[in-house]
Nanobody
Framework: QLPLVESGGGLVQPGGSLRLSCAAS????????IGWFRQAPGKEREFVSC????????YYSSSVKDRFTISRDVAQNTVHLQMNTLEPGDTAVYSC????????????????????????WGQGTQVAVSS
C-alpha cells in the first residue's frame, strides 16, 4: 500500500483551476510536514509548496505564490493544493511528500524543500495546461 496517494490532476485550459489532493494511507498528517513538488519533462523536480502543521505555516515557490494555496483537511487526513490561474508552465507531474516531524521541524522540510530528507513520496498526478 502506497504511503501517499495523489489525485485531482488532469487537462485544463490556461487560466483554469484544479485542486490536487494528497492522502495518507496509514499515518497521521498531524505529525508530518507535507510538501508538493512538480517535475516537467526534461527538467529537475522543483518545490511548489509546503505546509508545516505544527504552526500552520505555509510556503510557496515564487512561481506559484498568489495562485496556489496549500491546506489540510484534518478529518480526511488529506492535504490539498488549490491551483488557480494555471499557465502552460505549470504542466508537470505533481507529487506530494511527507516529512516526519519527530526527526526534523517543519521549517527544515519547508525551507530545504528539494534538499530535505523526506520520508514518504507519492507516485504523482499529471497536470497539463493547454488550449
Amino acid at each position: 500500500q502506497l504511503p501517499l496517494v495523489e489525485s485531482g490532476g488532469g487537462l485544463v485550459q490556461p487560466g483554469g483551476s484544479l485542486r490536487l489532493s494528497c492522502a495518507a494511507s496509514w499515518f497521521n498528517f498531524e505529525y508530518y510536514a507535507i510538501g508538493w513538488f512538480r517535475q516537467a519533462p526534461g527538467k529537475e523536480r522543483e518545490f511548489v509548496s509546503c505546509l508545516s502543521p505544527a504552526d500552520e505555516k505555509t510556503y510557496y515557490s515564487s512561481s506559484v505564490k498568489d495562485r496556489f494555496t496549500i491546506s489540510r483537511d484534518v478529518a480526511q487526513n488529506t492535504v490539498h493544493l488549490q491551483m488557480n490561474t494555471l499557465e502552460p508552465g505549470d504542466t508537470a507531474v505533481y507529487s506530494c511528500a511527507a516529512g516526519d516531524l519527530t526527526k526534523h521541524g517543519g521549517f527544515y522540510y519547508c525551507s530545504r524543500a528539494e534538499r530535505a530528507e523526506w520520508d514518504y513520496w507519492g507516485q504523482g498526478t499529471q497536470v497539463a495546461v493547454s488550449s
